[in-house]
T-cell receptor
Framework: AQSVTQLGSHVSVSEGALVLLRCNYS??????LFWYVQYPNQGLQLLLKYTSAATLVKGINGFEAEFKKSETSFHLTKPSAHMSDAAEYFCAVSDPWGSNYKLTFGKGTLLTVNP | GAVVSQHPSRVICKSGTSVKIECRSL??????MFWYRQFPKQSLMLMAT?????????EQGVEKDKFLINHASLTLSTLTVTSAHPEDSSFYIC????????????????FGPGTRLTVL
């Protein structure tokens, strides 16, 4: 079974500050990991994904995440927050060796950006 | 590329009626689509996995007779909420899997914009 824990249901930063959203996973096999962003009343947009290639993954909108096997983590970062980054962020894990292609989501982290 | 649409975006219906929601992959073929439900300020809850040409696989606790899923083609899956009640009011989101028969590094779920269902 796989699971995802997102530490902090709400993160607040100032515009221009570093964004750090935490994600830890549990998986019995090397996982695929994803970060999605959701703006109010919209679906999810893929930010980036890790699929066992480079451990540092760069995504859209200046976000990146680093896969750390020893820490079972996949934290999302952005050097400088922008007002438009305010949204809900979901970390997700899938089993690349399974046959059901399911994603298991964390509970989400709401990011607010203060002017 | 990899665009998924949902229709309608918002629907209000009376209790007891049925509502159909469509999910389409616009620029790719999806043998597998997923239906999620999201309550306010909560994460996505997987309801079922929809496979083209076969019966959907429902998650534990999801009533298959209430939430009918049809995946008639490689670009269309529909979710019908039958005899809807106020407790079925929610945000329903579909996703379509872009990938081959075996999971590869390109395997990614792309999400639709969601459908807000309100049952009066």
């Amino acid at each position: 079974a796989q699971s995802v824990t997102q530490l902090g249901s709400h993160v607040s930063v100032s515009e221009g500050a570093l964004v750090l959203l935490r994600c830890n996973y549990s998986s019995s096999v090397p996982p695929y990991l994803f970060w999605y962003v959701q703006y109010p009343n919209q679906g999810l947009q893929l930010l980036l994904k890790y699929t066992s290639a480079a451990t540092l993954v760069k995504g859209i909108n200046g976000f990146e995440a680093e896969f750390k096997k020893s820490e079972t983590s996949f934290h999302l970062t952005k050097p400088s927050a922008h007002m438009s980054d305010a949204a809900e962020y979901f970390c997700a894990v899938s089993d690349p060796w399974g046959s059901n292609y399911k994603l298991t989501f964390g509970k989400g982290t709401l990011l607010t950006v203060n002017p | 590329g990899a665009v998924v649409s949902q229709h309608p975006s918002r629907v209000i219906c009376k209790s007891g009626t049925s509502v159909k929601i469509e999910c389409r992959s616009l620029d790719f073929q999806a043998t597998t689509m997923f239906w999620y439900r999201q309550f306010p300020k909560q994460s996505l809850m997987l309801m079922a996995t929809s496979n083209e040409g076969s019966k959907a696989t429902y998650e534990q606790g999801v009533e298959k007779d209430k939430f009918l899923i049809n995946h008639a083609s490689l670009t269309l899956s529909t979710l019908t909420v039958t005899s809807a009640h106020p407790e079925d009011s929610s945000f329903y989101i579909c996703s379509a899997r872009l990938g081959g028969a075996k999971t590869t590094s390109t395997d990614t779920q792309y999400f639709g914009p969601g459908t807000r269902l309100t049952v009066l």
